[in-house]
């Protein structure tokens, strides 16, 4: 038998976890166990029942495994996605986190992993060798380039880098000419020199020096999260290069920053998180650092509980995290005047359980642009490109087909 588990958790940037809990009982049968759900079925004679904290599987061969599991969800809708992992009968998955005032406890990882771990999170050292560079603004950029037609451009969110989009580059690279790049301070690149006003602007300037560099048409581009907050800003400032835009929940915090109830929120996340991460990246504690988002977005212990490829990944990126922690201007002011100047298509992806600060901006943001059409992906977080990849391609296909 041989599960693989997804924990509900708070939602992150980070690809920390699912919102729901996915279980394959010998290779073939999955059951999705929600906040809504007390009771499955699973194909064949395998059944499930949950209580929220205990779900107990029993399979065909009358094998059972119970797994303690933080599956509660709340308004907030705090998710994530860690990449599935593969584990062999003889192993229990347990983690520890802290939801609100509930404590529900999940304890051990016996260290067999019996299949490849998601090429989203492989270590670090290794370079495909497609790999091709340009020199842009002062920095190096490494991208990977796929396909023949209209240029599509992938943008990946904080704390992340190209691999986050490894199951859409194939797909769309049979329609499109596909460029997935490393943002400045990013994994694969190795720029040092880390600007104390780093921003979107920064990284927009960047996409459209790459543009230009490799002489492209008027793209597509797709972004996620802080990479979709520099598309925002490349519309902006190069609307001549933007054929469409793809917005995956850019915190555009102005947007919020000016009402009084998204000035809360904003202030939330800046205080229980960015201020003490700077101050930890100040003091040169850049685990610290990175134990801090991770608990901040997942819960208590957490951070102790991944496998080690993970870590590295987010090691891998820490440099873009500290950039953009300790910068005078991470979140640069978009002025709605100049949103409402963006005349080119826009899709806008939402999660119907992200964080309520992303809805809050996506709400604002939808009604500033013209030409603006608003997907909210059902059960997803913040991380919907790695929990529902194929329902967002084929939306994201659909879009482009159109322009």
Not at 5 to 30: F, K, N, Q, W
Not at 184 to 190: A, I, L, M, Q, T
Request: glycine share 6%; aromatic share 10%; charged share 25%.
């Amino acid at each position: 038998m041989i599960f693989t588990l997804v924990d509900g958790m708070r939602e992150s940037p980070l690809s920390l976890a699912h919102s729901y809990i996915s279980l394959v009982v010998d290779t073939s049968r999955e059951i999705y166990f929600s906040r809504s759900a007390a009771r499955a079925s699973l194909p064949g004679r395998t059944t499930a029942r949950g209580s929220g904290l205990i779900l107990r599987i029993s399979g065909r061969e009358g094998e059972t495994a119970t797994f303690l599991s933080r599956c509660l969800f709340n308004s907030n809708g705090f998710g994530g996605g860690f990449a599935p992992r593969h584990l062999s009968r003889w192993a229990l998955l347990f983690y520890y986190s802290m939801r609100k005032i509930t404590a529900v406890l999940i304890l051990l990882i016996l260290p067999v992993f019996m299949a490849a771990q998601d090429s989203r999170v492989a270590s670090v050292s290794e370079k495909p060798s497609q790999f091709k560079n340009v020199r842009v603004n002062g920095v190096q950029l490494h991208y990977l380039e796929k396909g023949k037609g209209v240029p599509v451009i992938f943008v990946h969110g904080g704390l992340d880098d190209y691999r986050m989009w490894e199951a859409q580059i194939k797909p769309f690279s049979e329609n499109y000419h596909v460029i997935a790049y490393g943002r400045r301070y990013n994994y694969p690149n190795n720029n040092l020199n880390v600007r104390p006003d780093h921003s979107a602007l920064v990284e927009a300037e960047d996409l459209a020096a790459l543009i230009k560099k490799l002489k492209l048409k008027p793209a597509h581009i797709i972004g996620h999260s802080y990479g979709a907050l520099t598309a925002l800003f490349l519309a902006v400032k190069h609307p001549k290069m933007v054929r469409t835009l793809v917005l995956s929940e850019a915190p555009a915090h102005s947007l919020a920053l000016d009402k009084p109830a998204g000035a809360v929120l904003v202030n939330e996340f800046l205080d229980n998180l960015w201020k003490p991460a700077a101050l930890a990246f100040n003091n040169n504690e850049k685990e610290r650092a990175l134990r801090l988002t991770v608990k901040y977005f997942a819960g208590a212990d957490v951070y102790e509980q991944v496998p080690q490829n993970v870590r590295d990944y987010w090691m891998g990126n820490i440099r873009e995290w500290e950039a953009l922690t300790t910068s005078r201007d991470a979140f640069p002011a978009l002025s709605r005047e100049k949103v409402k100047r963006i005349k080119i298509p826009v899709l806008m992806l939402s999660g119907e359980r992200s964080l309520k600060v992303l809805k809050f901006i996506d709400e604002e943001l939808k009604p500033l642009l013209p030409n603006a059409e608003r997907i909210i992906v059902q059960n997803a977080t913040h991380d919907m490109w790695s929990e529902q990849p194929d329902t967002l391609k084929k939306a994201v296909f659909g879009f482009l087909e159109k322009h």
